[in-house]
């Protein structure tokens, strides 16, 4: 076991040879393997496991996946059908408060939509247009004169779509063409799509079912833009003909999600109430005047789109669950199938026993174990917001880039891991009937939707620097990287407990001017904390350009870029493996805690492995321990394949929806 006092033998590795990996030790044998994936499986359900246990137990006919593809329009009724009868579970009403018609237990409404990311993604996306995006933006936008709507909305009743994106602008919401123009005459707003480019584009539940949608346009009152609010428009009459001024289009096939009715919407001056301005953070009064409580406009649009993040948060949770079926249904796969017998024998290979194949999958294993602790804490931290128990701006503020961090990683990690899982099923990977088509059809959007990775990771990086862009023209070098030191350490991870049990492993690693013993906790911490506070200073340098009275900041910036999305990622691996190190010593079970902590080093050292270029660039590593840590990781995957089912079997999910026809379990 790896911890930040035990010095482990690999702690002095040699260099790598040609001589074969060594069987596992003897100290992570099972005493007794169903106790072990339970007591794992405790641990990895976290804190809302009671949840977890309720969507195992539902009728996988009811809400399971295809076992066939369906025809766009079967598929689209079926999820419908889905969705109803998913309302009369609990976890609708568990993501609102109680005088909206809820239980607020928000934290249980995130974790139960997230296992749906184990069954149909289409029920998973649609489920959470209604009620995480629709009925959110009612909920947080709105203010009491629209809460009659939300029992409807929670019912199913009242079905609508979340209508931001459009045409001509994604990514750039402050960007949006719609307009909402206020006429004070008939006491009604106007909205409007003023060209091609103002088309909502891409709106779930638009195409079939949505009856209203909550549309995302430029405020204009008395002839002045007040920036972008949302108003609620009925989009269709009662027959299902779209309202007077809408013209509804259907987005049609898509690469994956056939289930959900994606439209476009565009309206030709459609005059809706001056009321249904969802008013919360700017509404217009009785006698047509408009205010808000945030005089600044930027702050007022980052605030209100802030109030949104429960999308971004169910998006991570979601294609963390699809990777984990793809990863549950290859490890099935590769240990029973074989290939190839060893020299002197007749008896073919496991394909699980070859290194190549350990190297592929037990990697992603260890990191999907990672990102579901971080989500985990990400859950519980917007559990607090939502509920008022920490309700801070700064709070808020850290929620946001959180959430964005995690879910640039667990969708890019879900993206390459159902790649790699389809390859390492060979042809099989490819048939419909093993999940695996289905899974990386359906998640593919993920990287992009409720936020482009990209531009979510540029978001991480300014807020990291946000501090210092307050008062960097005064800071010299060594301010510069007090600074860098200061973030790194006072971002380590919220929850103070945490933070606690992670500062004193990384106290106890030996310091840089000793050797680099890989097998220690704190100096896996170490590295990945040194790599981070090393962006973050040299991208703080290089910023600092952009406050001289000749610089075009927007050029300093834009040749930043790719440096800022760098730091970005360092900041998220780094605090994911610290919510995961510290996750592993609080682990009560002693026979699990000795799986996790191996689990863990498989993940922070493949980590780190993956940037070694940086690390050897940086004179961080030398060509040996480079070398000794690749043998390492050799070594690792080696010494957890005979733990490689019951890792995955931990990931509880149902065996309803791992039915496969490679599987031999179909």
Same mark, same amino acid.
């Given at each position: 076991?790896?911890?930040?006092?035990? !010095?482990?033998?690999?702690?002095?590795?040699?260099?790598? @040879?040609?001589?074969?990996?060594?069987?596992?030790?003897?100290?992570?044998?099972?005493?007794?393997?169903?106790?072990?994936?339970?007591?794992?499986?405790?641990?990895?359900?976290?804190?809302?496991?009671?949840?977890?246990?309720?969507?195992?137990? *539902?009728?996988?006919?009811?809400?399971?996946?295809?076992?066939?593809?369906?025809?766009?329009?079967?598929?689209?009724?079926?999820?419908?059908?889905?969705?109803?009868?998913?309302?009369?579970?609990?976890?609708?009403?568990? #993501?609102?408060?109680?005088?909206?018609?809820? !239980?607020?237990?928000? +934290?249980?409404?995130?974790?139960?939509?997230?296992?749906?990311?184990?069954?149909?993604?289409? /029920?998973? %996306?649609?489920?959470?247009?209604?009620?995480?995006?629709?009925?959110?933006?009612?909920?947080?936008?709105?203010?009491?004169?629209?809460?009659?709507?939300?029992?409807?909305?929670?019912?199913?009743?009242?079905?609508?779509?979340?209508?931001?994106?459009?045409?001509?602008?994604?990514?750039?919401?402050?960007?949006?063409?719609?307009?909402?123009?206020?006429?004070?005459?008939?006491?009604?707003?106007?909205?409007?799509?003023?060209?091609?480019?103002?088309?909502?584009?891409?709106?779930?539940?638009?195409?079939?079912?949505?009856?209203?949608?909550?549309?995302?346009?430029?405020?204009?009152?008395?002839?002045?833009?007040? +920036?972008?609010?949302?108003?609620?428009?009925?989009?269709?009459?009662?027959? #299902?003909?779209?309202?007077?001024?809408?013209?509804?289009?259907?987005?049609?096939? =898509?690469?994956?999600?056939?289930?959900?009715?994606?439209?476009?919407?565009?309206?030709?001056?459609?005059?809706?109430?001056?009321?249904?301005?969802?008013?919360?953070?700017?509404?217009?009064?009785?006698?047509?005047?408009?205010?808000?409580?945030?005089?600044?406009?930027?702050?007022?649009?980052?605030?209100?789109?802030?109030?949104?993040?429960?999308?971004?948060?169910?998006?991570?949770?979601?294609?963390?669950?699809?990777?984990?079926?793809?990863?549950?249904?290859?490890?099935?796969?590769?240990?029973?199938?074989?290939?190839?017998?060893?020299? #002197?024998?007749?008896?073919?290979?496991?394909?699980?026993?070859?290194?190549?194949?350990?190297?592929?999958?037990?990697?992603?294993?260890?990191?999907?174990?990672?990102?579901?602790?971080?989500?985990?804490?990400?859950?519980?931290?917007?559990?607090?917001?939502?509920?008022?128990?920490?309700?801070?701006?700064?709070?808020?503020?850290?929620?946001?880039?959180?959430?964005?961090?995690? &879910?640039?990683?667990? @969708?890019?990690?879900?993206?390459?891991?159902?790649?790699?899982?389809?390859?390492?099923?060979?042809?099989?990977?490819? *048939?419909?009937?093993?999940?695996?088509?289905?899974? =990386?059809?359906?998640?593919?959007?993920? !990287?992009?939707?409720?936020?482009?990775?990209?531009?979510?990771?540029?978001?991480?990086? &300014?807020?990291? /620097?946000?501090?210092?862009?307050? @008062?960097?023209?005064?800071?010299?070098?060594?301010?510069?990287?007090?600074? #860098?030191?200061?973030?790194?350490?006072?971002?380590?991870?919220?929850?103070?407990?945490?933070?606690?049990?992670?500062?004193?492993?990384?106290?106890?690693?030996?310091?840089?001017?000793?050797?680099?013993?890989? +097998?220690?906790?704190?100096?896996?911490?170490?590295?990945?904390?040194?790599?981070?506070?090393?962006?973050?200073?040299?991208?703080?340098?290089?910023?600092?350009?952009?406050?001289?009275?000749?610089?075009?900041?927007?050029?300093?910036?834009?040749?930043?870029?790719?440096?800022?999305?760098?730091?970005?990622?360092?900041? %998220?691996?780094?605090?994911?493996?610290?919510?995961?190190?510290?996750?592993?010593?609080?682990?009560?079970?002693?026979?699990?805690?000795?799986?996790?902590?191996?689990?863990?080093?498989?993940?922070?050292?493949?980590?780190?492995?993956?940037? &070694?270029?940086?690390?050897?660039?940086?004179?961080?590593?030398?060509?040996?321990?480079? &070398?000794?840590? !690749?043998?390492?990781?050799?070594?690792?995957?080696?010494?957890?394949?005979?733990?490689?089912?019951?890792?995955?079997?931990?990931?509880?999910?149902?065996?309803?929806?791992?039915?496969?026809?490679?599987? +031999?379990?179909?």
């Amino acid at each position: 076991m790896s911890t930040a006092t035990d !010095t482990p033998a690999e702690s002095s590795a040699p260099e790598p @040879t040609d001589h074969p990996a060594p069987t596992p030790a003897p100290r992570l044998a099972a005493d007794d393997p169903t106790a072990l994936v339970a007591a794992l499986r405790r641990h990895l359900d976290g804190p809302f496991s009671d949840v977890r246990e309720h969507c195992r137990a *539902l009728d996988a006919a009811t809400f399971g996946a295809l076992p066939e593809p369906l025809p766009m329009e079967e598929h689209r009724a079926r999820v419908t059908s889905q969705l109803a009868a998913l309302a009369e579970q609990p976890y609708a009403a568990a #993501g609102f408060p109680a005088h909206q018609g809820g !239980t607020a237990r928000y +934290g249980e409404a995130v974790a139960a939509f997230e296992m749906l990311g184990h069954s149909d993604l289409s /029920l998973f %996306v649609k489920a959470g247009v209604q009620w995480g995006l629709f009925g959110g933006a009612v909920s947080l936008l709105g203010t009491s004169r629209h809460d009659d709507l939300l029992p409807r909305i929670i019912s199913g009743e009242l079905q609508g779509c979340f209508a931001m994106t459009e045409t001509g602008h994604g990514s750039d919401v402050q960007s949006l063409l719609t307009t909402a123009t206020f006429d004070p005459a008939t006491d009604e707003i106007v909205v409007h799509s003023p060209e091609p480019a103002a088309r909502k584009d891409y709106i779930g539940n638009a195409a079939r079912d949505g009856r209203m949608a909550a549309v995302f346009a430029q405020l204009v009152v008395d002839g002045e833009s007040r +920036g972008v609010h949302c108003v609620l428009v009925p989009i269709r009459h009662d027959d #299902g003909t779209p309202a007077d001024g809408v013209t509804i289009e259907d987005c049609g096939s =898509k690469l994956g999600l056939a289930g959900v009715d994606n439209g476009r919407l565009l309206f030709d001056h459609v005059r809706v109430p001056r009321t249904n301005l969802l008013g919360r953070y700017g509404d217009i009064g009785d006698d047509g005047t408009y205010s808000s409580p945030i005089d600044n406009p930027s702050r007022r649009f980052f605030t209100m789109l802030g109030t949104l993040v429960r999308g971004r948060i169910s998006v991570a949770g979601g294609a963390g669950a699809a990777a984990r079926s793809a990863l549950a249904v290859t490890t099935t796969y590769a240990a029973g199938r074989r290939q190839f017998p060893a020299p #002197g024998t007749d008896v073919e290979t496991t394909v699980l026993d070859y290194l190549t194949y350990q190297r592929r999958l037990l990697p992603r294993i260890a990191t999907a174990y990672a990102l579901q602790v971080a989500q985990h804490e990400l859950v519980s931290a917007m559990d607090d917001v939502l509920s008022g128990r920490t309700a801070s701006e700064q709070d808020q503020r850290r929620l946001e880039t959180r959430a964005a961090g995690i &879910k640039v990683l667990t @969708t890019r990690h879900a993206t390459d891991t159902i790649q790699e899982c389809r390859e390492l099923c060979g042809g099989a990977g490819y *048939l419909w009937a093993n999940r695996i088509a289905a899974l =990386k059809a359906d998640t593919d959007i993920f !990287t992009t939707f409720e936020g482009d990775n990209t531009v979510l990771l540029q978001l991480v990086a &300014k807020s990291l /620097l946000a501090e210092y862009q307050a @008062t960097f023209g005064d800071l010299d070098t060594a301010g510069i990287v007090r600074f #860098g030191a200061r973030l790194v350490g006072s971002t380590v991870i919220e929850r103070s407990s945490a933070r606690g049990i992670v500062q004193r492993i990384v106290d106890a690693a030996p310091g840089r001017e000793e050797v680099v013993a890989f +097998g220690i906790r704190g100096t896996q911490l170490r590295l990945l904390r040194e790599r981070e506070a090393h962006l973050i200073e040299g991208l703080a340098r290089r910023l600092r350009r952009a406050t001289a009275p000749e610089a075009d900041a927007f050029a300093v910036f834009n040749a930043t870029q790719d440096h800022l999305v760098e730091a970005a990622v360092a900041h %998220v691996e780094r605090t994911v493996a610290e919510s995961f190190a510290a996750s592993v010593e609080s682990c009560t079970d002693e026979q699990a805690r000795r799986l996790l902590a191996r689990v863990c080093d498989l993940h922070i050292l493949s980590t780190i492995e993956r940037h &070694k270029a940086w690390y050897l660039e940086h004179d961080r590593l030398s060509p040996a321990r480079a &070398k000794a840590l !690749t043998a390492l990781v050799n070594d690792l995957c080696a010494e957890l394949r005979p733990h490689a089912t019951t890792l995955v079997d931990a990931f509880g999910i149902p065996e309803g929806l791992l039915t496969t026809e490679m599987s +031999g379990t179909a």
